[in-house]
């Protein structure tokens, strides 16, 4: 499988360094992961590739199609997302995930209908939101493993105001200046996080979870949401590359370790330093290694040019809520320890 792009074997752009964006971090993978399957949707940045850089930790690296720096980076993103037409892969799905069945089959095939090679981000979108064949006691679609909301904070309706927190006029609490929403993606992007947004987390970031027995803060004076907004909005683009599966009776979502019955969840991904496109990520992300109940799949995945492996317990309170936790690195990666040869390409 290839990504390769013709301007860049002619001439490779430099490549942007996200420094917002860590390996170690499941938001910080997510919102990597998602920008580059959202590259593939924008014409300015199709053909764009991904790797990742060890510095004091492992910073996602962009190559765009064309030269960028970081201002044009966001500007172009905040562009591409005013004029994304409604988001069509959110327009008229409802609030929450957890719809009756028969309402997410017909959503799939009115998307599959208008899906083209170049244009299928809804239909992908969809894979990973479930599958009409993992039906609940109610008749209700079983969502993703991603989906971890629950109540009043519907997945759907979040996303939906986290869109519209992007755009000048869509923020609850009145206008934005355009400097004001380049700031937001810059800090995403580039740094340092400081959770400076009331737009719910979607539970993809382990710093929005309150141990409050370990804070200061009484629970009733402590229970606003903090996020990085348009890190979450990057990351909801990275379903696309997790299809949620049937396997033997059960729903699978790519990336996730089977569990045995009783045991954690657990949400893993890789790390690699030459850099690919979308498709060769979705077939990255899709090895049976990855997910290998015993961890005993991690050495292969080096042997194929993966870095380093990491994993988050997906920790599960409440009904229906669920957050991903601190994430650990998974043997035999040392990442405290600089490679010397120069980065190989990934195997498959």
């Known amino acids: 499988m290839s990504d390769t792009n013709c301007r860049h074997a002619e001439t490779p752009c430099p490549p942007l360094v996200l420094t917002g964006l860590t390996g170690s971090h499941p938001l910080g993978a997510l919102a990597a992961f998602g920008l580059l399957r959202w590259s593939a949707e924008i014409p300015a940045l199709r053909g764009a590739r991904l790797h990742w850089e060890l510095q004091d930790d492992w910073i996602a690296v962009l190559t765009p199609p064309a030269p960028l720096d970081a201002d044009a980076l966001c500007r172009l993103l905040l562009d591409a ?65 991603l989906h971890m909301t629950s109540g009043q904070q519907q997945f759907l309706a979040a996303l939906g105001d986290l869109a519209l927190s992007l755009l000048p006029d869509g923020r609850r609490r009145g206008r934005q200046t355009p400097a004001a929403l380049i700031e937001a993606a810059s800090e995403a992007l580039f740094g340092p996080w400081t959770w ?52 033997r009776g059960r729903l699978q979502t790519t990336g996730f370790v089977p569990e045995r019955r009783g045991g954690q969840r657990r949400f893993r991904w890789p790390l690699w330093e030459s850099p690919i496109g979308p498709d060769t990520l979705a077939a990255l992300l899709g090895l049976p290694e990855l997910s290998a109940p015993d961890d005993g799949g991690i050495a292969a995945l080096h042997a194929r040019g993966v870095v380093a492996v990491y994993e988050s317990q997906r920790h599960e309170f409440g009904q229906g809520y669920a957050v991903l936790r601190p994430a650990r690195l998974i043997p035999p990666a040392a990442p405290q320890v600089r490679r010397s040869a120069p980065a190989g390409p990934l195997v498959f």
């Open 196 to 247: 400076p947004d009331p737009e719910h987390a979607l539970g993809w970031d382990p710093d929005g979870e309150r141990l409050h027995a370990l804070r200061p803060l009484a629970p009733t004076a402590d229970s606003a949401n903090k996020s990085v907004r348009f890190a979450v909005w990057l990351a909801h683009f990275a379903l696309a590359l997790l299809p949620a599966l049937p396997v």
């Open 81 to 145: 997302h005013a004029g994304a037409g409604g988001w069509p892969h959110l327009a008229g799905a409802g609030p929450t995930l957890r719809m009756p069945v028969a309402d997410f089959r017909t959503r799939c095939r009115d998307v599959s209908a208008l899906a083209r090679p170049a244009a299928r981000f809804a239909a992908d979108f969809a894979t990973g939101c479930g599958s009409d064949v993992i039906v609940d006691d109610k008749g209700r679609l079983t969502p993703t493993r």
